[in-house]
């Protein structure tokens, strides 16, 4: 099969979640990965407070995102939704101040996508290890240091990157870059390098179709790195097709989509906690040493530089903790970005009543003036169980299969919670009996339960 070959870091400028649906994604996969005992993985902790700290500042940035100082950050680039495109900027720039110090010296560059052949029933383990254990051998002993010599390498980058498709299961691969000096060359190197990889990997009990195995010449690594950046998919050669790789992106799901399909899916959840177990820890753009050295750069740089930006105002830590049981920080965050830090009263005033002892929302049914200082309706989204049935009949003709039923109405109440979830909105889903029994009528309300 073709391997799918878009860059793993560039999936965040491609898909352009909003800070709201990065935070409910990071939330899910914390959902997903707590623990029953002991200790969960640290994006479960990713926006509770930090140990000791008595406030939160709340921020609003100068690219109009709201976030939050004094709570901890996981930083983990492969399972939190909220960290990762921070992580993945990062790697980007590595790699173009990387590559502007390889043109400056006149160096040159081949990427490499190596691949292994795998179906459904492959364990994302064993893919993984296979590849990477017969590129690690193909890069060692006589013959590579031979091959080193001859093209005068001046080192190897690797960008591994994991999808799944529902016919071929998981699709894991590395992209590397060779990088040599200007008398080597680097796609004769690249074409031996494939050859012995084919070779290891067939020794360790595994096949991979030379055909799916690609090498191709960055002729000029600086915009290439550029383009990128800037979100596109594929270049090869300089020639990239945006409309195939559309096609291609839809059938394989890149990990945050499992994720995104998670709600209410256990296949899903299953793969987001298979991925889980074994992506954490894999590294991916690394600047070796050797090669800092030889370009005069520094060597995988990882500081986070934080824009702070504007402090709007502090909230008590333990406000901010009733907020996050709650769910309720995206609420907040969401109206400091609407509102802007001028509506500091309004904001602190709204956390300060869902973050409340007894929450204020069982009170306000009671009390309508209160209701009415505080309109929580405005934060909420609630769909009918006819808008939900209307909305599956609807999508129903796009679909097609056995499944198409029960796919409808998951993907029409998917919607319906993407739109709370791209607002800042607490999502309540209608009673799914209710649903099934309007969608099964065709649209039209049983009789008996008509509306009044
Ligand atoms: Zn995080």
């Not at 998919?233 to 992106?249: E, Y």
């Not at 796919?407 to 998917?414: H, N, S, T």
Request: charged share 25%; proline share 4%; net charge positive.
């Amino acid at each position: 099969m073709t391997p799918v070959v878009t860059f793993p870091e560039t999936y965040w400028n491609q898909r352009k979640l909003s800070r709201r649906e990065r935070t409910a994604l990071r939330d899910t996969a914390a959902y997903i990965l707590q623990p029953e005992h002991g200790r969960g993985r640290a994006v479960c902790a990713c926006g509770h407070l930090g140990k000791g700290s008595e406030t939160v500042a709340l921020i609003l940035r100068k690219d109009g995102t709201a976030g939050t100082l004094g709570t901890l950050r996981c930083g983990s680039p492969w399972l939190c939704a909220d960290c990762a495109p921070l992580k993945a900027q990062q790697r980007l720039e590595r790699l173009q101040t990387l590559a502007d110090a390889l043109v400056a010296s006149n160096g040159k560059m081949v990427s490499i996508t190596i691949t292994v052949s795998h179906g459904r029933e492959s364990s994302l383990m064993n893919v993984k290890n296979a590849i990477e254990t017969a590129s690690r051998n193909a890069r060692q002993g006589e013959p590579w240091n031979r091959q080193k010599k001859l093209h005068q390498v001046i080192g190897v980058l690797s960008a591994p990157e994991v999808t799944y498709s529902h016919t071929n299961g998981w699709h894991f691969h590395i992209h590397h870059a060779f990088l040599t000096e200007n008398s080597g060359n680097p796609e004769a190197l690249g074409s031996w390098f494939v050859q012995r990889y084919l070779r290891y990997l067939e020794k360790s009990g595994f096949t991979a179709d030379i055909r799916s195995q690609e090498v191709s010449l960055i002729r000029d690594p600086r915009n290439y790195i550029r383009y990128l950046r800037k979100g596109v998919g594929r270049i090869t050669n300089d020639v990239w097709n945006p409309q195939k790789d559309v096609t291609r992106q839809r059938k394989h799901l890149y990990p945050f989509d499992i994720l995104q399909r998670a709600s209410g899916s256990e296949v899903m959840k299953k793969l987001w906690r298979e991925y889980a177990t074994v992506m954490p820890g894999t590294r991916s753009c690394v600047i070796t040493r050797s090669i800092a050295v030889r370009l005069n750069i520094r060597h995988d740089d990882d500081c986070v530089k934080v824009d702070h930006g504007c402090t709007a105002g502090y909230l008590p830590a333990s406000i901010w903790a009733a907020l996050v049981n709650r769910k309720k920080t995206n609420v907040i965050l969401s109206l400091l970005e609407d509102q802007g830090v001028e509506a500091w009263q309004q904001i602190n005033s709204l956390a300060h009543a869902f973050g409340a002892a007894k929450l204020v929302l069982s009170v306000e049914l009671e009390d309508e003036q209160r209701q009415e200082q505080i309109p929580t309706s405005r934060f909420e989204h609630r769909p009918s169980a006819a808008q939900i049935a209307g909305l599956a009949l609807h999508l129903k003709w796009h679909l097609s299969g056995k499944e198409r039923n029960g796919e409808a109405i998951r993907v029409a109440l998917d919607r319906e919670r993407g739109h709370a979830v791209a607002n800042g909105l607490a999502f309540f889903p209608p009673k799914i009996r209710d649903v099934l029994e309007i969608y099964g009528n065709d649209g039209v309300y049983p009789s008996a339960s008509l509306p009044a």
